[in-house]
Nanobody
Framework: QVQLVESGGGLVQAGGSLRLSCAASGRSFSSYVKGWFRQAPGKEREFVAAISWSGNRIKYAVSVKGRFTISRDNAKDTVYLQMNSLKPEDTAVYYC???????????????????WGQGTQVTVSS
């Protein structure tokens, strides 16, 4: 079964840090562009960060730039999202996504990806 599996979510106080991981199984995603999205209750899924297959192109949402860092280890077929200085408004379910050879090297729209993980909950308390 082809899937992406997120882990690392949890409850943290404002100002704290979490590191999310997204591991691939069932096939290799090492050549895929990877992205992180999040969805809060009652809101649409929004872009957080994306990284090209080689890691040389990275894009962040304005709301997380300077606080979050996306990275990947293709040998482990895993993408990471280091989240620092967390705020209550970062509370959401975080999803990783993957796409092969997109026209945009770091897509920001959910429809730009065709593989998704099941999500991991991040809750930031004030």
């Amino acid at each position: 079964q082809v899937q992406l599996v997120e882990s690392g979510g949890g409850l943290v106080q404002a100002g704290g840090s979490l590191r999310l991981s997204c591991a691939a199984s069932g096939r290799s995603f090492s050549s895929y562009v990877k992205g992180w999205f999040r969805q809060a209750p009652g809101k649409e899924r929004e872009f957080v960060a994306a990284i090209s297959w080689s890691g040389n192109r990275i894009k962040y949402a304005v709301s997380v730039k300077g606080r979050f860092t996306i990275s990947r280890d293709n040998a482990k077929d895993t993408v990471y999202l280091q989240m620092n200085s967390l705020k209550p408004e970062d509370t959401a379910v975080y999803y990783c996504a993957a796409v092969l050879f997109p026209s945009d090297p770091t897509p920001v729209l959910p429809e730009g990806y065709n593989y998704w993980g099941q999500g991991t909950q991040v809750t930031v308390s004030s």
